[in-house]
């Protein structure tokens, strides 16, 4: 196995192993940084919409300050950047350079072993700074500094928060709700809702497996099969030692992939809906749309991704070892050499389930484990089924052209996400319907031999499989291009979630037209709450979100039921609320909430506004979440989640408000 090349992105390898170094220090080393320096701000009104701001910043006995730097070869202006405010609010320009009134001496550093300019004592600064439009009575900033002492060297980013005294408060809003509004009277129905976790933690699994199924048939990793079992049958001295080793080697790829969840589970304790920020966050699904996209170019075979031998050979040399100990690194080597094949679906099962929380994040690396266990475990036990397997050949390199068709795919959705929650209207539903058909255009004919991609042969006799999944793939394509038009949105049901929703769509479309119960939608919950005591109708509150694939399956699926949509209007004010919504509150509505744990949090944009909303009246993360309220905020039903029957669901709609009445 240490001559076997080994397929994998280098610098993705040495990101996640700093990641997890980062994650796993960062506590105490901010806890280190924070003793390091103090800073105290005073601001001073010039008008009315002017402030002069005077800071002094004291550092511990030996360390230093970064000026700007004399030398003209300039590590990088990071570095040698005096320190300077950075602010929040988008409203606050500085006006002018900072004005430093300390002395400054000449010095070469040792750590950079370059000429610097250093302050003499402590550091006194002034700016001016001007703020546009509503004047908070209070701004949070962060003044970013360098400082070193000897080998040792932090860029930080300490906290000041400015009093304004021509400043007002920021207009807050009541996120606590009333205990009715958050306790469901005795009897109420929903109770099986709470089975809602399991059930999803079940599905999750279940997608899990289905990925592992796949990555088994990859060319990273369905060669290893029979490398692997040869490696047990010659290392065995005995049926019954194979079989040990055999299970240890499953146990240890389940482990592998389950363990790799454990960090999130410990991510978790910092908020409730960490997870829904992360799987939402414009950053993380643009850097996945680029993975995706690179790692589409290299299955199509225009370049091979390559890691270093040294790593596979550290990994493979660990094989050598004892009994548990070498099967372990066997292992992890394979989660090593099939990183390639198998990192899609890995990260498309952890944005997808990182919003069912750290749990269902376990369930799917567990499903995905166990499924790419199994072959490896059963043909270790049997090593006489080796004889049944296909041969490796020109169908996996089929195969992983068709994985490059389906990554190219999922790369858009993952583009789709992060344009969904920042609006920027890049794709709209019919320019995403189009870019999947003519993906899927792309994939029919190269499987008709048609469209040659590396290594193709020309000329050479297409197969009959080939050839249905080529009809398959333009049939597919073809419901895609009827499902652009609103009056055929019918045909694409089945891929609810995927798409953005109708509603955002370049056709113009009335609010009804999408769903059939968004007349009376809206999404702001104290114009709900009035309107609904105006009509003396009950709240139906809708938590969800740009990104959220169940809640698209529930809008399309549930809600167009005539029989759901007719009821909805005719007896709720309903209100959907994104959690997801990057969209900044105006500036005299951001606030800081303190949490019934007493933890503080800035309440900037829309989604967290409604994210906080929903985790502090009803200890839950997930969307979609369903909430029936009377006009005086009394709780008529327990909450329930995802619910894809029609009927199900109504019968929880009919029940929420006969407790009303």
Known sequence: ??????????????????????????????????????VIATVSPINDSSYQVQYTIQTKEGWRVFGQTISPEAITDTFTTPPHF??????????????????????????????????????????????????????????????????????QEVPVYLFLANGKK????????PATATTAPAGACGEAANDSKNASGWSVFILGVLGGLIALITPCVFPMIPVTVSFF?????????????????????????????????????????????????????????????????SFFGYFEITLPSGIANKADSKSGLGSLGGIFFMAITLAIVSFSCTGPILGTLLVGSLQGGAWALTYGMAGFGFALALPFTLFAIFPQWLQSLPKSGGWLDTIKKVLA?????????????????????????????????????????????????????????ISIGRKIGAVLAIAFSVVLILGIFPKNASYIKFLSGFPPPSHYSIMAQSSEDNYGVHANVMNDY???????????????????????????????NVWTDPAVSTFIKANFILVSLYVDDKEMLPVEKRFKYTS??????????????????????????????????????????????????????????????????
């Open 1 to 38: 196995m240490s001559n076997k090349k080994i397929n994998i992105l280098n610098h993705f390898l040495r990101l996640l192993i700093a990641c997890f170094l980062s994650f796993s220090l960062s506590n105490s080393a901010i806890a280190q940084n924070d003793s390091l320096v103090k």
């Open 526 to 556: 104290s114009k709900a709450l009035a309107l609904a005591k105006e009509q003396n109708k009950p709240i139906l509150i809708d938590f969800t979100g740009w990104a959220c694939v169940n809640c698209r399956k529930m809008e399309e």
């Open 170 to 177: 920021a207009e807050a809003f009541q996120i606590q709700l």
């Open 405 to 461: 068709f389906l990554e190219l795919a999922l790369a858009f959705k993952f583009l789709s996400n992060a344009d969904l929650v920042q609006h920027w209207g890049l794709l709209k539903r019919e320019v995403f319907l189009g870019l999947w058909a003519l993906i899927s255009i792309g994939l029919a004919l190269y499987l008709w031999g048609i469209l040659q991609l590396p290594h193709d042969t020309k000329g050479a006799k």
């Open 233 to 297: 049958t010659k290392r065995s001295k005995t049926k019954q030692e194979g079989i040990k080793n055999g299970l240890l080697y499953g146990l240890s790829i389940f482990l592998i992939y389950v363990l790799a969840s454990v960090p999130f589970h410990l991510l978790g304790n910092v908020q409730p809906e960490i997870f829904n920020s992360i799987s939402t966050s414009p950053v993380l699904n643009i850097i996945f749309f680029v993975i995706f996209i690179f790692f589409s170019i």
């Open 596 to 661: 019934k744990a007493g933890t503080e949090k800035e309440i900037n944009s829309v989604g967290d506004l409604w994210a906080t909303f929903q985790a502090e009246n009803f200890n839950q993360v997930t969307q979609p979440l369903y909430v029936v309220m009377s006009p005086d905020q009394n709780l008529l039903s327990n909450p329930v989640g995802y619910t894809p029957d029609a009927q199900v669901y109504l019968n929880w709609l009919k029940c929420g408000l006969a407790k009303g009445k």
């Open 86 to 155: 950075l602010f929040s609010l988008e409203t606050i320009k500085l006006k002018g350079p900072t004005t430093f009134s300390t002395g400054t001496t000449q010095q070469k550093d040792e750590l950079f072993e370059k000429a610097f300019i250093f302050p003499i004592g402590a550091i006194k600064g002034i700016d001016t700074i001007i703020i546009h439009g509503f004047q908070p009575d209070t701004v949070k900033a962060m003044l970013a500094i360098s400082i070193a002492k000897g080998n040792e060297f932090y860029q």
